[in-house]
């Protein structure tokens, strides 16, 4: 693959920068009592959606899991409309109604965040069947955590998805926990076989990523989407990264062990590519002017108004 441009490489590092400012603020504004719910953070994540979104063109579609924000802004939402989104006012990208788990744009080919664990996977099945029936050059983008490899939806719509040769690009990102587990001790796989192998059991293609580096991340995926339009079917990536925060806002994370934090910290994807391009005198003054963008966009979505019931009413019901 040929190395993207500086000017690519400098705005997958302003987004990642604005992801990791944007989770710190929600956190932030939930501990004002201004998100209603619980909320299921990022950090540490970044490079994973980054990377693999900017191998997609703008007519592909996406799925994402209730820990989606990161998808979100990595897709192009508007920050206000993302964080009055969270917290429910009408001004949001749902207009209120999705809340936190459930940051979704149409306009984005957002095509939805289920918050059932692994759901998404069957439908992105389904839209990459839609894209190859329609002759289409497009795909489905289907993210999940590792905690959804052990359910059914994941192994039926996998051999669904092989034998149809459906155009949809399948991505493990494996934070290392499903919730509060470590997916080892759910997983009857050797130490050193990664998730990503099980798709051999479908004829899948299948590759292993490191999830911290956003260049490697968008590489892979670009090339399991070329795979994808070309007729030679799904790909099943497992992008290894790691959250920095619990599984939701009540989780400490105390069951990590002692330095395993630290040592992932040592590889954050932001400092990774910051590096990589000879950026890291530049971070400081980035923050600085993205934290801007981030507490304005907060502020103005706090004034937003709230949606009404009758507006509530017509989501659920038909006309």
């Given at each position: 693959?040929?190395?993207?441009?500086?000017?690519?490489l400098?705005?997958?590092l302003?987004q990642?920068i604005?992801?990791?400012l944007?989770?710190?603020?929600?956190?932030?504004i939930?501990m004002?009592?201004l998100?209603?719910?619980?909320?299921?953070l990022?950090?540490?994540?970044?490079?994973?959606?980054?990377?693999?979104?900017?191998a997609?063109?703008?007519?592909d579609?996406?799925?994402?899991?209730?820990?989606?924000?990161?998808?979100?802004l990595?897709?192009?939402?508007?920050?206000e409309?993302?964080?009055?989104?969270?917290?429910?006012r009408?001004?949001?990208?749902?207009r209120?109604?999705?809340?936190?788990?459930?940051?979704?744009?149409?306009?984005l080919?957002?095509?939805?965040?289920?918050?059932?664990?692994g759901?998404?996977?069957?439908v992105?099945?389904?839209a990459g069947?839609?894209?190859r029936?329609?002759g289409e050059d497009?795909?489905?983008?289907?993210?999940?955590?590792?905690?959804?490899?052990n359910?059914?939806?994941f192994h039926e719509a996998l051999n669904?998805?092989?034998?149809?040769?459906s155009?949809?690009?399948?991505?493990?990102?494996?934070?290392?926990?499903g919730?509060?587990?470590p997916f080892?001790?759910?997983?009857?796989l050797?130490p050193?076989a990664?998730?990503?192998?099980?798709?051999?059991?479908?004829?899948?293609a299948?590759?292993?990523?490191?999830g911290?580096?956003?260049?490697?991340?968008?590489?892979?995926v670009?090339q399991?989407?070329?795979?994808?339009?070309?007729?030679?079917g799904?790909?099943?990536?497992e992008?290894?990264?790691?959250?920095?925060?619990?599984?939701?806002?009540?989780d400490?994370?105390a069951y990590?062990?002692?330095?395993e934090?630290d040592?992932?910290k040592?590889r954050?994807?932001?400092?990774?590519?910051a590096?990589?391009?000879?950026?890291?005198?530049?971070?400081?003054?980035?923050r600085?002017?993205?934290?801007q963008?981030?507490?304005?966009?907060?502020?103005?979505?706090?004034?937003?108004?709230?949606?009404?019931l009758?507006?509530?009413?017509?989501?659920?019901?038909?006309?």
């Amino acid at each position: 693959m040929t190395a993207p441009p500086d000017a690519v490489l400098r705005t997958w590092l302003e987004q990642m920068i604005l992801i990791r400012l944007a989770e710190d603020k929600v956190m932030e504004i939930y501990m004002q009592g201004l998100v209603p719910g619980t909320v299921h953070l990022c950090q540490g994540q970044e490079a994973a959606s980054v990377g693999a979104i900017g191998a997609l063109t703008g007519d592909d579609w996406l799925l994402c899991t209730y820990r989606g924000h990161h998808h979100a802004l990595a897709r192009g939402m508007d920050l206000e409309a993302f964080f009055a989104e969270i917290m429910g006012r009408d001004s949001g990208a749902c207009r209120g109604m999705g809340g936190s788990s459930y940051v979704v744009d149409a306009s984005l080919g957002m095509i939805g965040s289920p918050a059932i664990i692994g759901a998404g996977i069957p439908v992105a099945t389904g839209a990459g069947m839609t894209a190859r029936l329609r002759g289409e050059d497009r795909i489905a983008m289907c993210f999940f955590g590792d905690g959804a490899c052990n359910i059914g939806a994941f192994h039926e719509a996998l051999n669904m998805a092989q034998l149809w040769r459906s155009q949809v690009v399948f991505c493990i990102e494996n934070n290392q926990y499903g919730e509060y587990t470590p997916f080892r001790d759910s997983t009857a796989l050797p130490p050193e076989a990664p998730i990503a192998h099980r798709a051999a059991a479908y004829g899948m293609a299948h590759a292993v990523v490191d999830g911290q580096d956003v260049i490697a991340v968008h590489d892979m995926v670009a090339q399991a989407r070329a795979r994808a339009v070309a007729g030679d079917g799904p790909t099943l990536i497992e992008a290894q990264t790691y959250r920095y925060r619990g599984h939701s806002r009540t989780d400490p994370g105390a069951y990590r062990p002692p330095g395993e934090l630290d040592a992932w910290k040592e590889r954050d994807p932001i400092g990774i590519l910051a590096s990589g391009i000879g950026a890291d005198g530049d971070l400081e003054a980035l923050r600085e002017r993205l934290q801007q963008e981030v507490d304005e966009a907060a502020d103005r979505a706090a004034e937003g108004p709230w949606p009404t019931l009758d507006q509530a009413r017509d989501y659920v019901f038909a006309d």
